[in-house]
């Protein structure tokens, strides 16, 4: 028996390609390429409903959600921790030797409802870090862009992230980002892109995995 899960025996650097026609082009917000897909070290043990799969550019940075499985979409803007959705969690300083969040760790919860007049429009609701020793400002939902889309077999969220709401945010002159993921659906279950719950990923940016901003250009299909 391991007596560590395998996703803390090594340290976990995912390649997230740049696609400069982000976000204007929606079409290709929706439909990262296969480039774009992150290796879940959480498949090691388990398999995951979902597909993550992340971009950037100069302007922000993008991650998308392929969920297989029905769900209802129960979500509530003023409860994001206990509602449908995915949530993201971003240190833009990568820093793996701190167990508390910094002013550049952020956490976003995505919904894929809940939001708009109609409160049937996706919504983005940042919230602060729990044990942070420093937190970060929070931006505006309406600085966000999400996209949601449901269908027979499944769901899909699509998130840009601006650079102007990422404090630290420097791809040039620091190309590799500290990032955690998870979808909760009451349906389909809890599923974190690594580690288990018995695990604070939550609020300890250690436990976090390496995305590496590769400077070569990538494009979706048309």
């Not at 969040?101 to 894929?112: D, E, F, K, M, N």
């Not at 992230?161 to 998870?182: E, M, W």
Request: charged content about 20%.
């Amino acid at each position: 028996m391991l007596l560590l899960p395998p996703e803390l025996q090594f340290r976990w650097i995912l390649p997230v390609p740049r696609i400069d026609q982000l976000p204007a082009d929606q079409k290709r917000l929706r439909t990262l390429p296969a480039q774009c897909v992150l290796p879940i070290p959480r498949e090691l043990e388990i398999s995951s409903p979902v597909v993550w799969k992340a971009a950037w550019n100069s302007a922000g940075l993008a991650i998308t959600a392929e969920v297989t499985g029905v769900s209802r979409w129960d979500c509530d803007p003023d409860r994001p921790l206990t509602s449908d959705g995915i949530q993201v969690w971003i240190d833009t300083r990568d820093t793996q030797s701190v167990h508390r969040a910094t002013r550049y760790c952020h956490q976003l919860a995505a919904l894929p409802s809940g939001g708009g007049e109609s409160g049937r429009d996706p919504v983005v609701v940042p919230l602060p870090i729990p044990r942070a020793q420093e937190d970060a400002k929070l931006a505006d939902s309406d600085r966000f862009l999400i996209l949601s889309q449901q269908t027979k077999t499944g769901y899909s969220l699509a998130l840009w992230i601006p650079t102007s709401v990422l404090t630290g945010f420097d791809p040039v002159a620091q190309p590799r980002i500290g990032f955690f993921a998870q979808l909760r659906d009451r349906d389909l279950g809890t599923h974190p892109l690594a580690l288990t719950s018995d695990f604070p990923y939550e609020s300890d940016p250690s436990l976090w995995v390496t995305l590496e901003l590769v400077d070569s250009t990538t494009t979706a299909p048309a």
